[in-house]
Each structure stands twice: as C-alpha cells, then as structure tokens.
T-cell receptor, first 115, second 117 residues
Framework: AQSVAQPEDQVNVAEGNPLTVKCTYS??????LFWYVQYPNRGLQFLLK??????LVKGSYGFEAEFNKSQTSFHLKKPSALVSDSALYFC?????????????FGTGTKLQVIP | GAVVSQHPSRVICKSGTSVKIECRSL??????MFWYRQFPKQSLMLMAT?????????EQGVEKDKFLINHASLTLSTLTVTSAHPEDSSFYIC?????????????FGPGTRLTVL
C-alpha cells in the first residue's frame, strides 16, 4: 500500500520569505514523488518530481523539493515567495514496486502568500 | 510541452440526463489516461484508469455503469455520466501519461465543472 500525508491544511508566508510545504510518504518499495499546483477552478500543473539521483530536485517557477529517505519526506521549498504562488499544492507518490499505475495524492496544502 | 484539454469546461444539466466529457492529449500520444473527481476543498479521488483499446479499470466504489469511460484513441478518452443526479455534481479532472517518459508524470486537463440540477 502507498500513502502520502500533507500535515498542514494551510501555510501562510510573507512575500519575499522562504516557504516550505511539507509532505511525507509511505511505500513498500522505492517511491516516485511528485508535486503539483492547482489554481482555483483549474486542473493540476506539474511542478517537479523525484525518480532517482540527486535528492534535491529543482522544478518550475523556482520551486525545489528535497527527498529524504530516512525521514520519508519530500518537502516543497522556495527561497522567496511571491503573491502569485498562492494556490493549492498537492504532493503525490507512486510505489515503484509491482508495476501498479495508481498515483496517490495528498489532501493538499493551501499556500497563502501575504503581500 | 504536454498539453491536455477537456471539453466542456463547465456543464449544467437536468437530473436524469447524460453528460459526456472529453479529454484530449493535444501534443502527445497517451496510452493511459486517468479520470479523477474532486470535491470542494478535497484531494483528487481516482475514479478509473483508462488504457487505449481496452476496458477501463475502475476504483473500488465507482459504478462502472454510471461512469462510462471510452478510450477510443491514443489522444482521446471520454467520460459519460449517465442518468446524472445532483450528487454527481463535482469537478472532474482527467490526466494523461506519456509512457515513453520515465517516472510517469501525469499531465492534467483543466477540469470540467458539472452541475446537476
């Protein structure tokens, strides 16, 4: 079984400050990990993913995420938040084991960047 | 890029009617497409996985006779909500996967807001 948890329903950060959106996962094998962003009444946009290799993954719009195997975490980060970053962020995981295609999404974290 | 479109973006229908939603991959071939349902302020719930030329695989609890999925080609999948009821009102999102890419990135459509009166 695979699961992903986003412990914070909402994160507030001042514009220009660094931001972190937390994600932890559980898989039986090795994980594929993803971050997506959703703006109101829109579909999800892909931000970045971790498959293998460097633990620090860089993605779109200046976002990055760090894979930490010992802590089973994949937190999303950005050095300097913009008001336009305000949106709903979803972490997702797929277990590499078993060939199962299903990706499990977290419950989402609403990011509010305050001007 | 990898663009996925959905049509219509918004639909309002009467209870008892059927509604068809189209999902197209515009610039790539998608052997696998996914249909999700999203309730307000909640995460995405996978309804079914659709492979081109074969029957869709439905998640537990999703009625296959109510939510008909047809993956007719490598660029088109359709979801038909049959005999719609107000409780079917939701935001439906499709995604498509490029098999050639490692890591299974899913590319999402913009979603369809269904309102059943």
């Amino acid at each position: 079984a695979q699961s992903v948890a986003q412990p914070e329903d909402q994160v507030n950060v001042a514009e220009g400050n660094p931001l972190t959106v937390k994600c932890t996962y559980s898989v039986s094998g090795n994980p594929y990990l993803f971050w997506y962003v959703q703006y109101p009444n829109r579909g999800l946009q892909f931000l970045l993913k971790y498959i293998t290799g460097d633990n620090l993954v860089k993605g779109s719009y200046g976002f990055e995420a760090e894979f930490n195997k010992s802590q089973t975490s994949f937190h999303l980060k950005k050095p300097s938040a913009l008001v336009s970053d305000s949106a709903l962020y979803f972490c997702a995981v797929r277990d590499m084991a078993g060939g199962y295609q299903k990706v499990t999404f977290g419950t989402g974290t609403k990011l509010q960047v305050i001007p | 890029g990898a663009v996925v479109s959905q049509h219509p973006s918004r639909v309002i229908c009467k209870s008892g009617t059927s509604v068809k939603i189209e999902c197209r991959s515009l610039d790539f071939q998608a052997t696998t497409m996914f249909w999700y349902r999203q309730f307000p302020k909640q995460s995405l719930m996978l309804m079914a996985t659709s492979n081109e030329g074969s029957k869709a695989t439905y998640e537990q609890g999703v009625e296959k006779d109510k939510f008909l999925i047809n993956h007719a080609s490598l660029t088109l999948s359709t979801l038909t909500v049959t005999s719609a009821h107000p409780e079917d009102s939701s935001f439906y999102i499709c995604s498509a996967k490029k098999e050639a890419l490692a890591g299974d990135t899913q590319y999402f459509g913009p979603g369809t807001r269904l309102t059943v009166l």
